[in-house]
């Protein structure tokens, strides 16, 4: 992987189509998707205790919420586990930072979904030294082993970092000042953030150098093209639950009995 600051953000890998038929790709590949999350939830059901977690990470604007909407967007709602992680609360800065984190881990048969992550204590913290160095610093290793005991227990970890440039951004925050309907998304801080636009990619960097590991690879996408990006990690999800290799939980009822007491109902 070349550095992170020096990616092709156009890019759409190996990805030749256009976007029209990107969109049509990916309607189809949704229809994939949400079979292989309804079995992975049917199977939650029967005692299967496996589940998937996909952590998003990105500078503001970089399209997470646009992947929540419409890549989540295309599987059954009731087998999402979505949570967004953003400045920590009074309380929540009281207790160790993986506290807030442990209590969204998904259940059992879902596929769970950060909207930041645990990720943020080695990002803007680092960036703002919101904590001393001594503290952010042994945070990579303390997430690799927290990630390591979350597969263990079943959960398959996916870590998308979505790369998009400081010029795309700048033409997406000015979509949010132009627009009435996008007023909601601006956030007069993205602009103080965007100042520090080095720091995090050194910062992001270092998250890809440090907790990179086997069990839990960062796929770093380009994210200018929101199409594309989307795309991406529709396949990503796909891939790891065909992984799952899931089949369709067996009754835990006789069948054949159900049908006869079926058919002697009357009204
Ligand atoms: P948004 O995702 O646009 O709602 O923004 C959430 C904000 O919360 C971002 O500016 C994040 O950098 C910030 N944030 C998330 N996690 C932390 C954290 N652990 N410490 C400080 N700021 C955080
Ligand atoms: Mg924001």
């Not at 997470?64 to 953003?86: E, L, Y």
């Not at 132009?178 to 103080?192: A, E, I, L, Q, T």
């Not at 396949?235 to 089949?247: K, Q, S």
Request: glycine share 8%.
């Amino acid at each position: 992987m070349g550095p992170f600051a020096d990616i092709d953000h156009e890019s759409c890998l190996g990805f030749t189509k256009s976007k029209a038929d990107g969109a049509e790709i990916l309607a189809q590949r949704g229809v994939v998707l949400a079979g292989l999350q309804e079995r992975l939830f049917a199977n939650g059901r029967s005692g299967d205790t496996r589940s998937v977690l996909l952590v998003l990470q990105g500078m503001d604007t970089a399209g997470k919420g646009g992947i929540v909407r419409n890549v989540m967007g295309m599987v059954d709602p009731q087998g999402v586990a979505h949570a967004s992680f953003g400045k920590p609360t009074e309380e929540e800065l009281s207790h160790d930072f993986l506290w807030r984190i442990h209590k969204q881990i998904p259940p059992a048969g879902h596929i769970g979904v950060f909207d930041r992550s645990h990720y943020e204590d080695v990002l803007v913290v680092r960036v703002h030294n919101l904590v001393p160095r001594s503290v952010w610093e042994p945070r990579y290793d303390i997430i690799n082993q927290f990630e390591d005991e979350l597969i263990a227990s079943g959960t398959v970890i996916i870590k998308v970092a979505l790369a998009l440039s400081f010029e795309e951004q700048g033409r997406r925050l000015a979509e949010r000042l132009d627009r009435p309907d996008k007023y909601w998304k601006y956030n007069p801080g993205d602009v103080d953030e965007r100042g520090f636009w080095s720091d995090y990619q050194a910062a992001y960097q270092a998250m890809l150098d440090r907790t990179d590991t086997p069990g839990a690879p960062w796929y770093v996408v380009p994210a200018n093209r929101k199409w594309y990006a989307r795309l991406a990690v529709t396949e990503l999800l796909i891939d790891a639950l065909e992984r799952l290799d899931l089949d369709w939980p067996p009754a835990d009822f006789d069948v054949e009995v159900e049908k006869a007491r079926l058919a002697a109902t009357r009204e």
